[in-house]
Nanobody
Framework: QVQLVESGGGLVQAGGALRLSCAASGRMFTIITMRWYRQTPGKQREAVAT???????NYADSVKGRFTISRDNAKNTWYLQMNGLKPEDTAVYYC???????????????WGQGTQVTVSS
């Protein structure tokens, strides 16, 4: 069974930095696209950063120049480095991925459990 496990959230002052990690575990899969989303109460989940298997990246305008998505293929892990954090970045952050399940021959979408990021002013 494939699952995504996040880590790295917490409380930080405005201007500070955090790095989130998302590790995919299970058997016989390859990562096609990896993403980070965030959600605040009463709002829709917002895509923050995306990276394809080819390394192409895309960022929400609100985080461009401050957040960086990266990956460690050997560990099936991707990261969100968040610098210059602002109070408006406070949210629950979720990792998400399209994984090719090699044995089953299909692509499934998976979500992490979410991690709270709180930025104090």
């Amino acid at each position: 069974q494939v699952q995504l496990v996040e880590s790295g959230g917490g409380l930080v002052q405005a201007g500070g930095a955090l790095r989130l990690s998302c590790a995919a575990s299970g058997r016989m899969f390859t990562i096609i696209t990896m993403r980070w989303y965030r959600q605040t109460p009463g709002k829709q989940r917002e895509a923050v950063a995306t990276m394809t298997s080819g390394g192409d990246t895309n960022y929400a305008d609100s985080v461009k120049g401050r957040f960086t998505i990266s990956r460690d293929n050997a560990k099936n892990t991707w990261y969100l480095q968040m610098n210059g954090l602002k109070p408006e970045d406070t949210a629950v952050y979720y990792c998400n991925a399209d994984l090719n399940l090699v044995v089953l021959g299909r692509v499934n979408n998976y979500w992490g459990q979410g991690t709270q990021v709180t930025v104090s002013s």
